[in-house]
């Protein structure tokens, strides 16, 4: 039984084989230094992945310093080196593998009609005897031998049939069946992997392995194809990088076997939760940026903006997830708050942020929100404790800022207009010149309330990132010898400065009219 059993998981374990440090690699502006490779590499290990492809050693000194450096450190993965159907190639991706501790010689040659005429310019019996003499010569250096018929989806299948079973003879372990360039589809794909199987004399004896390109965005879906009907190795690469659209995505194919068991009942060595950041790194080391609505890895990936959604987050994660975020190294799911949240969400925000309102004070934030929400793509948790902040500093505003225009310029003095709306409704407008805008904006309001503060500090950084993200404004003056703060955000600066020292000015005359309460009017003369 226990016997059966590991013969069975044998037989449904598939080989996860790394191409992102050759075939990833090729992708135009994604290449990394040795340095960068060697890390990525290292994090490949440790993801789990059983081949990597390090390279293409007769490509470069560099490609070849790669797979030499690659062979020599990173130890558990088999290392494998591309090399073409010629004994110089396949002598070099030698050296560079020899010191590996398990190599792989991974040799290729294109077999469709296409690619006969118009590049190789070779008639299939060439093609049939090129293929078995590289493979037999590689199999001279080491016993693991990788053969591809390159763009074999577009070959026809008997000759492709036939250029597998020679090639097996010829010692081949593993057989990689490319979708060059991505033309495949699905059902078409499985049939050709199919078709090997019924017809190609020791085919049981060797790997059956894909190659997807994303051309026609396929490459997870002919890999899974091809999979579940008996092919057992996949060649992918992290963020599914590689030439023109790409290549099959490792993190995608790895989580679809996992998340889909039901379908697939089959297994891979990765460690899923070191998916994200290992996607991260290769970001990083190559400069290309991961899309956000990108499967798996993407920043929206588990993020959730919808008000409907958010509800059902919250009930329970399953109704709109289909697997945990953390299962694949995201912290967990993010619940985006943006125009189209709701309240439910918006309140289980505040209370993950650790802020406790009471009904009005949470509807006094949320209306602020929903206005926020409005003017930015996205609010982040530190717009929200700017938005909640803003109103714990608040008693309640005597004037606020109803309008106001500034205007600088070189060679023209800077001027600002300000109309305040008092808490009884009535407004006052007032303007004045300054050294700069904010300066003359603050002389304003200072016309306007008859207040006015001896400026200590005046401060403004971003709260979050992006163009619309909030700027925040930290104002210090004296009054009455006393030093007084004022703060507010807005995506606007010039603005969140008029507040943040309009803040001050209403503590002011906050405090002047508790002192002078029992005066009817509590618009004091201009002191200075
Ligand atoms: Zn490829």
Redesign the pocket.
Known sequence: MKDERTEQDKANRVIVFD?TLR?GE?SPGASMNLAEKLEVAHALKDLGVDVIEAGFPIASPGDFEAVQEVARQVEGPIICGLARCNPKDIATAWDALKEAEHKRIHVFLATSAIHRKHKLRMAEGEIVRHAVEAIQKAKEYCDDVEFSPEDASRTELDFLAEVVERSIDAGATTINI?D?VGYALPDQYAEIIKHLKKTVRGIDNVVLSV?C?NDLGLAVGNSLAALAVGARQV?CTINGI??RAG?CSLEEVVMALRTRGDSFSLSTGIQTERLYPTSRLVSNATGLIVQRNKAIVGQNAFSHEAGIHQHGMLMHQSTYEIMLPETVGFCSSQLVLGKHSGRHAFQARIAELGYHLDETQLKMVFDDFKVLADKKKEVYDADIEALITGHNQDAPALWTIASFHTSAGTGTLPTAAVCLKHLDGSEIQEAACGDGPIDALFKAIERSTGVSLLLQDYQVRSVTIGEDAQGEASVEADYAGKRLRGRAVSTDIVEASANAFLRIVNQVLLSARDQVTQAPSDRPEPVH
């Open positions: 191409t075939d090729q490319p060059t190659h390109h060649e590689g030439e290549n």
